[in-house]
């Protein structure tokens, strides 16, 4: 066992609980399907999976419990943060929807451009690639 959580999901979709986010659905911040599908221990990085997700939807966080094994996010773990301190994983089993956490606080405006522009910073220079 990697976490015993909680674990959240950020993202833009409404969905109710008891449903199932599965692998091999358009991904929050690409336009592909993803093989994978991701979630974080941390408010924080559920946040910012919130805020950065495409669509002009109500930002959601969801507490999610896994139902099946889980790894690392390598995205977050071996290119930018040695260890795992954003406590992100990854899973190609679903992922069950138990609740919504119905108030959370936003980064502020400024921290949330300030990582839009970097992350098109990284597009620009070829260097977004998500291993998925």
């Known amino acids: 066992m990697l ?9 833009k979709a409404e969905l109710n609980i008891g449903d199932l986010l599965e692998p091999l659905h358009l991904s929050n911040y690409q336009d592909k399907k993803s ?5 974080t221990a941390t408010l924080d990085a559920a946040k910012w999976g919130a805020e950065l997700a495409t ?6 966080i969801y507490i999610v419990e896994p139902l099946g ?3 690392n996010d390598p995205n977050l773990t071996d290119k930018r943060f040695p260890g795992n301190p954003t406590r992100s994983y990854r899973s190609k089993s679903p992922l069950k929807i138990v609740a919504e956490l119905g108030l959370w606080e936003r980064h502020s405006d400024e921290q949330i451009n300030q990582m839009v522009s970097s992350l098109k910073k990284l597009r620009e220079d070829g260097k977004a690639v998500i291993e998925d």
């Open 3 to 11: 976490d015993r959580g909680p674990f959240f999901h950020g993202t």
């Open 35 to 39: 093989n994978y599908i991701y979630f």
């Open 55 to 60: 669509g002009h939807a109500k930002e959601r």
């Open 69 to 71: 094994d889980f790894e």
